[in-house]
Structures are given as structure tokens and as C-alpha cells.
């Protein structure tokens, strides 16, 4: 009995390193970079809500986003996109060759993202229309990079 719960789990341990081997080697990044772009997203609905005058403007909450928003901005650098995390050879990727082929673009994207952040963060909080304009430029940079850079959900 107790070598035949020894090759159990002997089995049970190789067989989770064959697993283990067979994962994607990008999976982590590009669960880093949901998450974020999700925080971000979860964020973005509550100003947007707002901008949209669906719920009532709280400058408190729309301080908490912006600076929620700001802080994932200055994050994202090409750690979260390592070279070969691409869409169709990345588990769950959407992300584009062209942010490899086209880095500087991409980073200035992102700096462009860090600006609208920044300028939203200091918007957000004041009062709606406040809001409704930081939210043009910030929606601006956001589409810039996702259009060249993100592949489209199916």
C-alpha cells in the first residue's frame, strides 16, 4: 500500500512538471497587463458614468479613478510586453506585432497615455464638465494605441 501511494505521488508530481513545461511562457505578462488594462477599465465605467451624466458626479470617486487611471498609466512599459507575447502566439493576447516592430511609437503612446493621465487626474475631481473634457483627451490616447496596437476581440 505505501508504494503504491508513493507512485501515486511520484505521478501526480511528474506529471505536473510535464504541465508545467507545456504552459505559456508569456502568461504571466499578459495576465499582468489584463489586469491592469481591467483596473483601468473599471475605472474608466465610473468616470464614464459620470461623463454620461447616468450617475451623479462625485468628485470624490472621480479623484479616486483618475488617480487609479494615472497610476496604471505610469506602469506600463515594454515589461508587460515582452517579445513574443503577441496575439496568436500568446495565450489570451490581443496585443500586435507592431509594438515590437514599431517600439518608439508604442512607447510614445504611452507616454501620450501618462500626459491625458495626468491631465485627467487634475480635471476629474474639480467639477462634471471638468470631467467630460478630461475624459476626450484621455479616451483619445487610450483609442490611439488600441487601434494600432490591440487586435480586436472576435
Known sequence: MRVLLMIAAASAVLG??????????????VEMRHGLMLQMATDLGKVGAMAKEETPYDAAVASKAAAN?????SVLSMDQFPAGSEYQKATDSFALPAIWTAQDDFLQKIADLNSASGAFQTA???DLES???????LGGACA???KAYRQPEE
Open 124 to 126: 476629474a475631481g474639480t
Open 69 to 73: 487611471i494615472a497610476a496604471i498609466a
Open 16 to 29: 505536473s512538471v510535464a504541465v508545467a513545461e507545456e504552459e505559456d511562457p508569456f502568461a504571466d505578462a
Open 131 to 137: 470631467l467630460k473634457a478630461g475624459m476626450a483627451g
Open 144 to 146: 490611439a494605441c488600441h
